[in-house]
């Protein structure tokens, strides 16, 4: 079965850091551009941030770019993201998506998602 796998969400106070991976079952990772999508309660889902299959470029949508960093190691098959400053408004559910072809910010060109983690920014 190809899927892919979130880790790392969990409950941090305003201010914190967290660091999600996202790994893949059923194919390999290293060939696939992978983007990280949230979604907050009652809102729609937003990109955040793409790194590319082939030389690793990184590409950072509005609400990604600056506390967020997304980063790859193909020899682990891993996609990660460090996120750093949160603010309650980061609250949301984190999902990873792969496509084949290089980063796009459509949410639909997107083959393989994972489930989804729970960041919970909270004092």
């Known amino acids: 079965q190809l899927q892919l796998v979130e880790s790392g969400g969990g409950l941090v106070q305003p201010g914190g850091s967290l660091k999600l991976s996202c790994t893949a079952s059923?194919?390999?990772?290293?060939?696939?551009?992978v983007s990280w999508f949230r979604q907050a309660p009652g809102k729609e889902r937003e990109g955040i941030s793409c790194?590319?299959?082939?030389?690793?470029?990184?590409d950072y949508s509005h609400s990604g770019r600056g506390l967020f960093t997304i980063s790859r190691d193909n020899s682990e098959g891993t996609v990660y993201l460090q996120m750093s400053s949160l603010t309650p408004e980061d609250t949301a559910v984190y999902y990873c998506?792969?496509?084949?072809?290089?980063?796009?910010?459509?949410?639909?060109?997107?083959?393989?998602w994972g489930q989804g983690t729970q960041v919970t920014v909270s004092s």
């Open positions: 998506a792969a496509r084949l072809k290089n980063c796009s910010r459509r949410i639909g060109s997107y083959s393989y």
């Open positions: 790194i590319s299959n082939s030389d690793g470029t990184t």
């Open positions: 059923g194919f390999t990772l290293a060939s696939y551009a």
